[in-house]
């Protein structure tokens, strides 16, 4: 049973910083990609930043480029995404991500976590 399982969401203040993290299991990710999709209630999931299972090249949405660096670990089949300078509008639920193409419009996902809320407020 493949799981991805998510941890290091939480409260923050803006310009705070969070780092989350993504263990992955079940199967070999050799060849997929990892990343990290929000969620906030009322709208779309949208894409944050994906990695190949090489560790390059990296993707980001515009609004986290220079803020969020997303990285791997393949001995531990772990996905992280350091996020800086947070701000208010970062709030959301952040889903990580498992596919042949999960930085292409539309995504092809695979597998997602479960979820973990972000959430910067003063």
């Known amino acids: 049973q493949v799981q991805l399982v998510e941890s290091g969401g939480g409260l923050v203040q803006p310009g705070g910083s969070l780092r989350l993290s993504c263990a992955a299991s079940?199967?070999?990710?050799?060849?997929?990609?990892m990343g990290w999709f929000r969620q906030v209630p009322g709208k779309e999931r949208e894409f944050v930043a994906a990695?190949?299972?090489?560790?390059?090249?990296?993707y980001y949405r515009g609004s986290v480029k220079g803020r969020f660096t997303i990285s791997s670990d393949n001995a531990k089949n772990t996905v992280y995404l350091q996020m800086n300078s947070l701000k208010p509008e970062d709030t959301a639920v952040y889903y990580c991500?498992?596919?042949?193409?999960?930085?292409?419009?539309?995504?092809?996902?695979?597998?997602w976590g479960q979820g973990t809320q972000v959430t910067v407020s003063s």
């Open positions: 990695v190949t299972w090489t560790g390059s090249p990296t």
């Open positions: 991500a498992s596919g042949p193409n999960i930085a292409r419009t539309p995504p092809q996902v695979d597998y």
């Open positions: 079940g199967r070999t990710f050799r060849g997929l990609a």
